[in-house]
């Protein structure tokens, strides 16, 4: 292949990697950096895990079903606990390595003990489901193959990492289930039971968003912020609607802004805007929805 | 790692397990569920065969392609044999398992037979998608890349085995191109020659469907039904909408109802919202959508 | 097996042949296709190359990441040879083999060294996210789990070969980032610096697109084109809109036509469905959205 | 490759299995052949077990060796059920389905409780191994890399199914340690406690061999059978030697005969040839071998 | 890992590349060298097609055996073709590249139209070695696992090589069997039909012997030349014994030099050395053997 | 599978564990046992770097070989350091982890810097071996092929860690060696230039054999000790005899003991058993062994 010898193979690294350690990137070293491969690794885990008897790799025997959870679930420790204590370097508030380690450790625990809680959390939404799709015909088609469940389970095992505070590993496990699924659930979003998606692709729930109990969300809706002008400097700050129980909120609605509550019971009509509070039991159309939404807006 | 004495495995294992094996999940044993994984496999096989040269292994010669389909469709038979027999498992009217091990012969017989009538079809799909897109450079960057096409192909393939009464496998066929593409359709749709998606990211097209020949539809569509209030109860109804023949329907427009029919030759601009009937050769836009859409529709 | 017995492997596979060597499929030999894994494959190296330590399989050490780079770097280097040298068959105006050769050759030259621009821009983007998303945490995150800096790095490596005259391959890249990313751009589009997309999911991006710098996307937000009713008549015209520098267009919102132009600094709100151009420093909405838009545009 | 369009095959196949259908190979059928693949892999699934933390794949965590060896175990049993199952076909007293179903059952039962009994004899062999030979720096040496152990802790295994009356199976894996050792011992032979063999390669140990405790055995030793004129008539007939207690027996030496006794205590010396009993004590070597060696010796 | 800073690696490379380059090895040019897993691919491969059903990679189905072998036979004639033509340029009989290419297609041709009749061979060499030992419980036990049977299966197919003019490939061939087996056979001796090796291990039968029909040969027995001392200048020559038929060869017999011939229907004694021929009918041993062998012997 | 129900697993691992925790096994903890797998391709990656293009994995491209072996070069230093931090624990005489870690580094470096004159040493034995053997038809086959240059490579790199003090993981290379060559060579003994092993098969050398140059050794040959009687209390006695430059030893002989040395230039026969010294330019065969050999000889 003579004619790559013209091409400076060398140099170009070296561009490269001049911008590399220096000042382009942020100040963790390269091998500390979190593993994106392990993370997905641990999730698949952690449907086999929670799912028993689902998600099992081919070739899988399954006379002793309690050996291979316990190995599974040692080996999802081992691999947390790893995760966890290289992404807590982001944490500026831990400053030796002893806490560190043993708040990886401490976070570790937390997380295992908090699994059989997330299973019981999903068997409800996986009832919602069943309860709100007539195309369902059972309960193994939507554990199998529906990829609102798929988001919803990244999401709760995501969200118990952020109650643990542990930082950018929950993203990308929803980012990963994102990639699969079209589904973008923030792992800071707080979402209650029987929650239920249908079809899902191009839905948004935004990092502070409040969704209470029996809540159903069709495909393409976005709980999100009114604006992001204010960028870095709204960090913190509620940004995103609260959802009250019972609302169910059709396709390709957006319900934007942190001070917007939709009231428990409402219905959200297809391809509605909404910026002002809805109260509860209303039902809001692309007709209707100047008349019934009400109070002030974030500035849009 | 003594640090992970302290976490009680076993107890967590005998949790989870405890709930699986009473009552949270379906009757089926944990070695009856279908396989995923061989489900994907099956997929992924049927475009070796459908598209031949087009999405090979990469290490295969072609020296004698005759021969290497023929394994294939061998191995596609076993393989769609094993699964159907696991998910007539589902079907409560097939009582012995003698019955069903004759189903499973049959419908694999069928459906290996149907194989050469698909490919036509999906022939006629790529000249349509290479017809209306003026991006398209050729029809072999829409065979090896276009989302839209991959989706219409996998619901070609398992639209053919609802025909044939087999459950829940159509479904993790079209989810999985789902995941791949972001195009939402149930296997249970009935779509005509000459079928074109655009895009593709966030069409959804419900189980009770009807699509005519030389439709268009671009991304973000819906086709869907009103509500899901009803949930199980709903099962078996007409829920979703029929699209005759030469429709046309832009980005996200959503047409609902299982009464709402677009007549032939209408176009349906973007972002709609479309409750009721359109008359055919009729432009429906945001502006003018009321005064075209007539007729009765279903419960919002 | 015997109940395949009755199964006519060898005449399907006829009927599927007899169909693919005659006259359905273009004329390019099965094995001049271009490779989609080996595509894939150089997409993922490329990641490893623009952002050192980030994507690194499992088991590389690190201690002389000069080396690797410069291995991988002369991996793509062979792979980009190879594939475009396959894809220049599509390019009816290069009629030799001598000549496909010299040309894949000046290509793979070329692309090897504006590798480092690309990373360049790619580093700005990075920037334009972390200041853009209150949600993000470091840049880190950005880089790992982000989708839509997924989808904007393989469009920018894409683009690079359109702008050198490579048919089909760029395609190939994209779509493997839509089918990850739900995110939608067509490598033929021009995008400049400091380009943000949240969430990402829905967004298209069309062929003949032109996007300033400091430009903000969200999801679900089309830039198309208003028909398709000519077809492969209209390849090659300016069908998709211009959008000018600072401009932020949030979910939802579908701007079409190539005579469309969005003013610098003006603000698309969520939701709305705009043909006609917009002024500088306009704020849009589904309220105010036919006061502000104007021009001619384009049939509909 | 137009070139390989001469080549006929279809004939050439057809050649092949003309032959194989019809009379050339045993009565069984292709697929109830055991499965070599599936035996080694068994064998080094029982090194991981008789020897834990010493053949583990690289990467295993160890945080809790007990449920993967249980796990290690169950899946022993689980393949050894399933090649017994196979290979009991070749009992031609073993008549029906059930019977051999139900003797499959009990062999693995007992060859799975007989496995710490197993693990005993090795470790006293692995304590032979190291006061036998000054080359050997520790006990984990031994263990890691002798070709000696690995051969005598396979004919254990083996010898265990051939106990138990399993045909075939206890072969494949004396044969795969024989290819990885050089040292070939039927697992038929009988041998007795801290047994050591010294560099291996060439020992040959034959089916009807009795060996005592004690014994020490260099490389090239053949204990076998005097002649085999008789062939398959001389099946189950004792045709090679007994050695007892504390006999040494150099690199070189051909022990022959059912009817050779090597007494207690003997030293055989390197190169020798014996077709007769040596008495107890005595030290045979090249010179005087014809001195030493008395009593009848069957055919030569 | 800063301590390997202090390591030159690049000096290190450049001297061994140093010697490499210039005058160290042959005259091939590093991508021209005959790739041993490929050979040994080929080798494996072989076996399937010969032993059909014996050595099938574990996931294979079998309903349809004749397209499967089929294929793997295209197969062996693209790979055969590939590295015969890569071995044809140490033939420095062969001068252009279109001789080189148009012998490797006689080669392939005439290499794949004999294999029925190397297999015609090998199944009467099955029922020397099962007639032949009394330790066979059955033919499939010696197909799968009797080391002898292998080595005499590689050598057969590799000699077929030797006989079409093939350089260092049938070499590659006989010593990847050497290395599983322990019997080295060089490819271009002659051997005849009903060969049957027991044990293996240690066998050594040179480039030129010839050896008869119903030949019995069993461990550490070697076929030698007497000496090497005219290295290079014998190369040629015949150096190694012929063996005549219904010969029988005990354990660790060396039979040496190229006059030397076994008579027919003789038997030689274990671990006797011979190096003057001996006549038909004669039993050989260790006592007896100066006086029956007879001739002339080459310069030991 | 409810027959497996009634074996015992979990008492059986309690049976193997307890005994491997307490006292059957050497002091190592698991996790600190070197690891076999990764001794052996360390030994793979040095055949690569030691030949270069002969031994590369099949998809490795060639355009710059440079960076490849010096990518490699920095993989065996990582994985040597590793290993021989794990083995140094062996050594008593290093008590502090500081001191290992040193040691470790300082090996490392003394045996990276040493392979250029490694792979001279190499260079010489193939051009002994192409001199040597008629059989061989050029020095590419002998790299590629010849399992007595593999014996000897293997041998030269594990006798520079035992030069520099590394127990253990030297005999790991050298058994692994001996499994695919059948010969074993003690890394402990010293070798001269220009050493040539014919077939290779069953030659022993011992630890304290001392080798010089310009020796030829032909299959079967022992180089051992006389006895082990003594056992450990012999560990670090020269046990094993010493060969003189240019002589040559043919198939099977045996010389042994401690004392015993081959003068130079001499010549010894095959199935010679040797245990006293031979002066030079003496010519031994079975015949006149006893007239030759002289001196004392180690107990017998």
Same mark, same amino acid.
């Given at each position: +292949?003579?004619?790559?010898?013209? @091409?400076?193979?060398?140099?170009?690294?070296?561009?490269?990697?001049?911008?590399?350690?220096?000042?382009?990137?942020?100040?963790?070293?390269?091998?500390?950096?979190?593993?994106?491969?392990?993370? #997905?690794?641990? /999730?698949?885990?952690?449907?086999? @895990?929670?799912?028993?008897?689902?998600?099992?790799?081919?070739?899988?025997?399954?006379?002793?079903?309690?050996?291979?959870?316990? +190995?599974?679930?040692?080996?999802?420790?081992?691999?947390?606990?790893?995760?966890?204590?290289?992404?807590?370097?982001?944490?500026?508030?831990?400053?030796?390595?002893?806490?560190?380690?043993?708040?990886?450790?401490?976070?570790? $625990?937390?997380? @295992?003990?908090?699994?059989?809680?997330?299973?019981?959390?999903? +068997?409800?939404?996986?009832?919602?489901?069943?309860?709100?799709?007539?195309?369902?015909?059972?309960?193994?088609?939507?554990?199998?193959?529906?990829?609102?469940?798929?988001?919803? *389970? #990244?999401?709760?095992?995501? $969200?118990?990492?952020?109650?643990?505070?542990?930082? #950018?590993?929950?993203? &990308?496990?929803?980012?990963?289930? $994102?990639?699969?699924?079209? /589904?973008?659930?923030?792992?800071?979003?707080?979402?209650?039971?029987?929650?239920? &998606?249908?079809?899902?692709?191009? &839905?948004?729930?935004?990092?502070?968003?409040?969704?209470?109990?029996?809540?159903? @969300?069709?495909?393409?809706?976005?709980?999100?912020?009114?604006?992001?002008?204010?960028?870095?400097?709204?960090?913190?700050?509620?940004?995103?609607? *609260?959802?009250?129980?019972?609302? *169910?909120?059709?396709?390709?609605?957006?319900?934007?802004?942190?001070?917007? /509550?939709?009231?428990?019971?409402?219905?959200?009509?297809?391809?509605?805007?909404?910026?002002?509070?809805?109260?509860?039991? *209303?039902?809001?159309?692309?007709?209707?929805?100047?008349?019934?939404?009400?109070?002030?807006?974030?500035?849009?």
């Amino acid at each position: +292949m003579s004619n790559f010898e013209l @091409i400076e193979f060398e140099r170009i690294t070296d561009d490269i990697l001049g911008c590399t350690e220096e000042d382009c990137l942020s100040g963790l070293k390269f091998l500390q950096l979190p593993n994106r491969d392990k993370v #997905v690794n641990l /999730v698949d885990n952690l449907f086999q @895990i929670i799912y028993p008897g689902y998600f099992l790799s081919r070739s899988m025997k399954f006379y002793n079903l309690r050996h291979y959870l316990t +190995m599974l679930l040692e080996d999802v420790a081992y691999h947390v606990h790893q995760q966890v204590l290289l992404v807590l370097r982001y944490r500026q508030d831990i400053e030796t390595e002893a806490e560190r380690e043993q708040q990886a450790q401490e976070i570790t $625990h937390a997380f @295992i003990h908090v699994i059989p809680e997330v299973r019981k959390l999903l +068997m409800l939404d996986v009832e919602a489901f069943y309860v709100g799709d007539p195309a369902a015909e059972n309960r193994d088609e939507i554990i199998v193959s529906y990829p609102g469940l798929r988001a919803v *389970t #990244v999401y709760r095992i995501a $969200h118990e990492l952020v109650k643990l505070g542990v930082p #950018v590993l929950p993203r &990308i496990m929803t980012e990963y289930a $994102h990639a699969q699924t079209g /589904v973008d659930i923030n792992p800071g979003a707080s979402i209650g039971k029987h929650f239920f &998606i249908d079809h899902g692709t191009g &839905i948004v729930i935004g990092e502070t968003t409040i969704i209470g109990d029996h809540v159903k @969300i069709y495909q393409g809706v976005t709980l999100g912020g009114v604006t992001t002008r204010g960028g870095q400097s709204l960090r913190g700050q509620k940004r995103h609607p *609260t959802i009250e129980d019972n609302v *169910t909120i059709y396709s390709g609605a957006s319900i934007l802004g942190g001070r917007t /509550v939709i009231g428990h019971d409402a219905v959200i009509g297809g391809n509605t805007f909404i910026t002002k509070s809805v109260p509860p039991y *209303t039902k809001v159309s692309m007709e209707n929805q100047d008349k019934v939404c009400k109070g002030e807006e974030d500035e849009i």
